[in-house]
């Protein structure tokens, strides 16, 4: 086939012109399983054309397996069907069962588009694949195609201008060819690109084509898939004609297959929002906008878009698109339109979305994105009598980061015992969770602040329990709960080990939270008792017994006590306890500065 000729190209003689990516289109890439270095050459370059023009390619090598094509071959991973079926094939039969379904998905419509790039392999001996091929062009078409003649030197192929079917690729103008089967009996507006030599436009009512192109409308009477179809695979073969169709082929097809392309597929939908971002609880805009070539309103319009979680409908949603049954209530989750038409200026669908304000961002934000994969129901959401573009269109919105500042802060008020420490362990369950530290009392009214971390609105987590580093000095103090205040909103009562959910409120803020001991003020209480009692008739020289006892509860004290008791006249100390002191009958005992709780 291809092994003895060699093109040899004069780039400058030709403008390389160039078309739009219609990038993301879904393609599906059969082949047969090629062994010559040849064959696996056209199937790389084949493969590396579409996807450096956009396209999203799944390859499957079955043509040449008996019964490895089947209806389920044209549905896509998302459920929808392909924009593009590509189909290549070098020295590897195509097994015929695999034809009969093929023939079947064009004439159902089970893909947009079907482009061939079926070789005749002179040397292989099968002419049964080209055969199959034509066979395919004249089950479609309501003209009798026909195998033509080959014409085996390298050629430049003319694109047929005249014909209103070439729009897309003017950018591939000539195409290089090479041992090409010509397909004969082609309607003149068929004719894609031109036999060896010829220009537009063609003069009799059908032609020889070196590629035809048949529309929708001109394929099973508009029931059809389109159909581009060359009988060479050689536009891929380096260093022979690809090294001048290179990164032309798939841009051109891509582009005739897509919206307002020479395929002529119609209605194609796209989605925005009006806003790239959004604050919890605010509001935007999504539209959904349905565009069409057609002349006529296009009847069967169907779609359903099921908005990303947390997204809601925030209000009435109205439809230019002409009738059906519009279903969005306000709070749901979904919009469908059923049973429409859409105009010849195309229409639109207009859905105010919210965020709501329980739907926390985190302190990144957060993304969604919106998605409607067009297709037939059950499983695709936007479908119409006519077809439909089966690229899915997608819209993203962000929500803004929710950020909150938190710091735990240590207050001392009073006086209390200098020196005493506590510590204050870090929190737990927040997006992120502040630092242990510890504070002391320096005898004033002190606070000590940690670090403070950014948390994010909704968040809970738990605020620690403070830990004495002298179990007992706690006794000193009145504890308190957490107090979170901004400075701005009321404040947030937590239990000392409870949990904090991080307010909306508080965004953009920072949330103190204050942990405060108050110290206890002393109690000093003095008993006096007797012994013999109060009262009781004593001899003379009889010993009688005084105690005083001091109990100090709350504080430690804050000055020195002094306890004095001055005795009758007529009794005798005999001894005083260790701490006091006599002075004539006046008895004084003392307790340090500090004395804390207990009897003395």
């Known amino acids: 086939m291809k092994h003895l000729f060699k093109l040899l190209l004069i780039l400058s003689m030709y403008l390389w012109g160039n078309s739009a990516l219609a990038a993301g289109e879904k393609v599906l890439f059969l082949t047969t399983v090629e062994t010559d270095p040849v064959g696996i050459q056209i199937i790389n370059n084949a493969r590396a054309e579409f996807v450096n023009a956009g ?19 044209f549905t896509a991973a998302d459920g929808g069907a392909y924009d593009l079926v590509l189909m290549v094939s070098v020295f590897t039969r195509i097994d015929p069962t695999n034809w009969t379904v093929i023939n079947n998905a064009i004439a159902t419509r089970q893909a947009n588009s079907f482009v061939m790039f079926i070789d005749g392999c002179l040397q292989c001996n099968i002419p049964s694949n080209v055969t199959q091929m034509f066979n395919a062009l004249d089950l479609l078409s309501t003209a009798n195609i026909t195998r033509g003649t080959t014409d085996t030197p390298p050629l430049f192929a003319n694109l047929n201008t005249a014909s209103p079917n070439s729009g897309s690729f003017s950018g591939l103008n000539p195409i290089g060819l090479l041992n090409l089967t010509y397909i004969d009996g082609v309607p003149k507006d068929n004719v894609l690109y031109l036999s060896r030599d010829a220009t537009a436009p063609v003069l009799t009512d059908t032609a020889s084509a070196s590629a035809a192109i048949f529309p929708i409308k001109d394929s099973y009477n508009g029931a059809g898939a389109c159909v581009i179809a060359t009988a060479d695979a050689s536009p891929f073969q380096t260093p022979n004609a690809y090294s001048f169709n290179q990164g032309r ?99 639109e669908i207009t859905v105010p979305i919210i965020w709501p304000e329980s739907s926390f961002c985190g302190t990144a934000g957060r993304t969604v994105i919106n998605t409607i994969t067009p297709g037939p129901a059950p499983t695709g959401q936007f479908s119409s009598d006519s077809g439909q573009i089966n690229t899915p269109t997608s819209a993203s919105i962000s929500c803004q980061a929710q950020k909150v500042d938190l710091v735990l802060k240590k207050q001392w008020v009073g006086v209390g015992v200098l020196n005493d420490v506590v510590t204050i362990p870090a929190t737990t369950g927040f997006t992120n969770n502040t630092t242990q530290f510890t504070s002391t009392n320096l005898n004033t009214d002190n606070a000590t602040t940690g670090a403070a971390v950014q948390v994010a609105v909704g968040d809970v987590g738990t605020l620690p329990a403070e830990i004495f580093s002298t179990p007992t000095s706690a006794n000193n103090y009145v504890a308190s709960s957490w107090v979170c205040s901004d400075g701005q909103n009321p404040a947030i009562i937590v239990p000392q080990g409870g949990q904090l959910t991080v307010p909306i409120a508080s965004v953009d803020k920072t949330l103190t939270c204050t942990l405060q001991n108050n110290a206890l003020d002393p109690v000093v209480d003095t008993t006096k008792t007797a012994l013999p009692a109060a009262g009781t008739t004593v001899a003379l020289g009889q010993v009688i017994e005084y105690t005083l006892k001091t109990k100090v509860t709350g504080a430690p004290t804050l000055t020195s006590i002094n306890l004095k008791d001055t005795l009758d006249p007529g009794l005798t100390v005999n001894a005083v306890p260790n701490g006091c002191t006599q002075a004539g009958q006046e008895i004084t005992c003392s307790l340090p500065t500090g004395t804390v709780q207990g009897e003395y």
């Open 55 to 73: 396209a999203v390619l799944t390859e499957q090598p079955v043509l040449g397996t008996a019964g490895g094509v089947t209806s389920s071959t």
């Open 249 to 347: 082929v798939g841009s051109a097809y891509l582009k005739a297959a897509g919206f307002g392309g020479s395929c002529g597929v119609n209605p194609q939908v796209i989605k925005s929002f009006d806003k790239t971002t959004i604050a919890g609880g605010e509001t935007a805009t999504l539209t959904i906008k349905v565009n069409t070539t057609s002349a006529t309103p296009v009847t069967g319009l169907r779609l359903v878009d099921n908005l990303p979680s947390p997204l809601q409908v925030g209000g009435a949603v109205t439809s230019t698109c002409l009738g059906g049954a519009l279903n969005a209530p306000v709070g749901g989750t979904s919009v469908t339109l059923t049973g429409a038409a859409v105009p010849v200026s195309g229409c």
